[in-house]
Every structure is written in C-alpha cells, then in structure tokens.
C-alpha cells in the first residue's frame, strides 16, 4: 500500500528496506486520488521507533494514506529529538478545525500513574471528545485503551500487582465480524501492560463488543457497533525485540522484572525472541482501515456527520 509520509521522515528508508511501499509527498502529488486521512497521536517515548512500527502495519492494504504525526506533550523529550517532533509533528491547535478519516492512539508507559497525575491528561480528554465529530473511526492501543474507557465510558482504572508482559493465546469470539475477517480461531499477540481489562467489566460498564479475549490478558479486542471506535490493549505493532528490549532496560534498572510468558525459546532470555503475531496485526489494521474506515467515511470530510457521538 502507498503510504505517503513526508520526504524526510526517517520511517521512509526504514520501510522501504522491509519492501514496504511509501510514497513520499513528492510523487503523490502527482496522483489524483483521495487519500484516507489518518492522524496517530503518539505518546510512546521512542517516537520514531513507535512510528515505524505503525506504519508498517498501516501498510497491509491497497489503500492510500495520507498519515499526519499528533502530539499533545509539548514538554522537551527525551527519546526523540526535538527536531524530529518540530518538523514531522503537528499540534492539536493546527488540525482541531479539520476532519479525518481515521484516528490511531497509541500506548504510552503510564501503567503506575494515577489519570489526574497524567501532565496532559485534559489533552488526552480533548482529543478523544473531539474525535467524536471529526474522526470517521479511532482506534486506541493498550494504556490509550485505559484511557478512552475511563474518558468515554467512566470506567475506573483498574491496575494489576503484577505487569503482564508476554505473548498470549487469544479466542476469535466473533469469526464472522468484520473486523475479525480472516482471522484464526486462536492467535497470538503480544501484551506489556499494568492495567487490567476484565471481560465481565467490559460488559458491565460499556455496549462495547468483545469480538476476542485471553484468558491470561482478559478482554483483547473491543468495538463499538457503529464502528466508530476500536480497542486494542495489546501490541500488535511490536516488533520481535521489543519485549526483549523492555526486559533488559528493567533488568538493568533493578526492576527485578518477570520473564515475558511464552516469547523467549526455552525461557532463555540470551535465546533471540521470534515474532509471532505479525499476520494478526497486518489483518487487524487492514480490516480496520477497509470496514471500520474506508467503507463508511464520505469521500469530502466536510460532509461527515456531525450527529455522530
């Protein structure tokens, strides 16, 4: 699929050695296509690691995507230069008056902290209140998962002792659900997270469809019936390291972390982790963009609805 990104952005070489088709801002303006607009507010530290890993899943359709880079937190980071976030990142002032076909929240390592301790929590209030009139469809991942179900459906956090880390076995609870096409009865995909995701509170608290769930991670995959938001509370961008890495940057800090189930061969973290979910999460995004986003947004953004809630 053509992604078009900006020239410049670092995540062009990254994907084009992966034999990921991108197209730049140069070359599509030669095309005379209307592209699906999706914006991705990126709260991970590692931001230009978190965007290549998106992109790569965003690039399993035949779609064209116009991505825009959001952020929220204007305070100095420490993972990303500032460069980098001044020429590729737009602030929520600059899009707030415009639409978008699709809306990507990602996680953020925020699993320990309080919401009202959360320095841009009313940000993150806003934007999820704003995607309601201005977003076709949003798709939230694990602590932004936590976060929309307690701004849109007051659902209180819920925070577990122990941190799940690990690759776990799902249940495809809804085969012939749209955004469930094609997808195994079982499958696998990674979680890194504090928060719990109970099934039972999940349909106590929302009208949310649970269409797949762990018996070890609890609810995994959510979607409201007018297809406008989907959640996702693991992480099926991740990449084969990334856990590996997560593990030893806490071993090294004296976390004393656990092991992540059911990802280093023989339990032996010197054994090089494979990535086992990369299928699921092609598909899940490629539904998402073909049923949740393609399908049902006007070809002019000025005509979406503005009754939707």
């Known amino acids: 699929m053509p992604i078009k990104v900006p020239d410049e952005l670092p995540a062009v070489n990254f994907l084009r050695n992966e034999n990921v088709f991108v197209m730049t801002d140069t ?31 965003l690039s399993n359709s035949p779609l064209q995507l116009d991505i825009q880079l959001l952020r929220i937190d204007n305070r100095e980071s420490r993972n990303t230069p500032t460069e980098h976030l001044n020429a590729f990142y737009r602030n929520f002032d600059d899009i707030k008056d415009e639409n978008y076909d699709g809306l990507i929240v990602t996680g953020a390592p925020l699993g320990l902290v309080d919401f009202d301790d959360v320095a841009y929590w009313p940000q993150i209030s806003e934007v999820l209140s704003w995607a309601k009139k201005h977003v076709t469809s949003t798709l939230c991942v694990c602590w932004a ?3 929309a179900l307690n701004i849109l459906y007051d659902v209180p956090k819920q925070t577990l002792e122990e941190k799940i880390s ?24 990674p979680h890194s997270r504090y928060a719990a995701f109970p099934v039972e509170m999940i349909e106590a608290h929302t009208d949310l469809d649970i269409l797949a769930s762990s018996e070890q991670a609890g609810a995994y995959l959510m979607a409201s019936r007018d297809k406008r938001l989907v959640l996702v509370t693991g992480h099926p961008e991740y990449d084969a390291h990334t856990l590996a890495a997560e593990f030893i940057r806490d071993t090294e800090a004296g976390l004393s972390p656990i092991l992540p189930d059911n990802y280093f061969p023989d339990n032996n973290p010197a054994n090089k982790p494979k990535a086992t979910w990369r299928s699921h999460g092609h598909l899940l995004f490629a ?21 939707l809630e």
Do not use: C, S
């Open 27 to 57: 070359r599509a303006h030669l095309q005379n296509i209307r592209p699906l607009k999706v914006l991705i507010l990126n709260l991970m530290p590692k931001k230009i690691e978190t965007e290549n890993q998106f992109l790569r899943l």
């Open 145 to 147: 998962v936590q976060a």
């Open 166 to 189: 690990g690759v776990y076995d799902h249940q495809n609870l809804e085969p012939h659900a749209l955004l469930t096409r094609g997808f195994d009865e079982t499958f696998l995909a």
């Open 287 to 307: 539904n998402w963009l073909n049923y949740y986003v393609y399908q049902i947004t006007p070809f002019d953004l000025r005509e979406m609805n503005p009754t």
